[in-house]
């Protein structure tokens, strides 16, 4: 079964910029869309985007002209790019897929 690790995240400033990584164990063309997540503590996880084999995306409005995800096929990776960066995007950041295990998620946390 493909794992999914995340990666990237970190401590930036509020208007600052992150980019996170999804490494995959195989290859994700044999997954059909791959969407990240995001949650914070005592709150349900909450759907940030998706990307499908295609290339396709599809984005929350809350992140909808501020995030981007990007897929790299020849290193099984995909991204999620997040500029202009608010307070509220704090949150542990997961990428998922139907069929397979939530991994470990990543820190992003937007402080002064």
């Known amino acids: 079964q493909v794992q999914l690790v995340e990666s990237g995240g970190g401590l930036v400033r509020p208007g600052g910029s992150l980019r996170l990584s999804c490494a995959a164990s195989?290859?994700?063309?044999?997954?059909?869309?791959l969407a990240w997540f995001r949650q914070t503590p005592g709150k349900k996880r909450e759907w940030v985007g998706t990307?499908?084999?295609?290339?396709?995306?599809t984005y929350s409005s809350s992140v909808k002209g501020r995030f981007t995800i990007s897929r790299d096929n020849a290193q099984n990776t995909v991204y999620l790019h997040m500029n202009s960066l608010k307070p509220e995007d704090t949150a542990v950041y997961y990428c998922?897929?139907?069929?397979?295990?939530w991994g470990q998620g990543t820190q992003v946390t937007v402080s002064t």
């Open positions: 998922n897929a139907a069929g397979i295990n």
């Open positions: 195989g290859s994700i063309l044999k997954i059909a869309s």
């Open positions: 990307v499908t084999r295609s290339g396709s995306t």
